[in-house]
């Protein structure tokens, strides 16, 4: 926050300013709770592809998890951020999701950045 701007919540960003920073907080956020907890994992999810025509891709390949990850067992990891009490989870992603979770589980990893807090559901 500079004097003389205002502080603009990320949803209120266009498209192109939230593309620059979209999931790296929580992402970071996860691999620290991660590392912290022993549990392994690997980048899955295709971050800022180049494509031109992204959209043209099935959804279910558009929207794989974050991170596949080894615990006890193999289980996914979608990572998402919120400034607060609401998550804002689209109704395709939780569509393409489903058809991940049928394949291994799918944790949600939620990281509220204003209160520094996290929560790991599925």
Not at 4 to 24: A, H, P
Not at 92 to 99: F, N, R, T, V, Y
Request: positive net charge; hydrophobic residues 40%.
């Amino acid at each position: 926050w500079r004097r003389g701007t205002k502080n603009v919540g990320f949803s209120s960003k266009s498209f192109k300013e939230r593309f620059l920073e979209m999931g790296d907080m929580a992402e970071e956020q996860f691999r620290l709770w991660a590392d912290a907890k022993g549990i392994i994992y690997l980048d899955y999810g295709l971050k800022r592809p180049p494509f031109k025509r992204f959209y043209e891709l099935p959804l279910f390949i558009r929207l794989q998890p974050d991170y596949i990850c080894e615990g006890q067992r193999p289980f996914f990891v979608e990572v998402k951020g919120s400034g607060g009490r609401v998550v804002k989870i689209k109704h395709e992603s939780m569509d393409a999701l489903h058809h991940w979770n049928s394949e291994l589980t799918v944790w949600f990893f939620v990281y509220d950045k204003n209160n520094h807090r996290a929560a790991f559901v599925t």
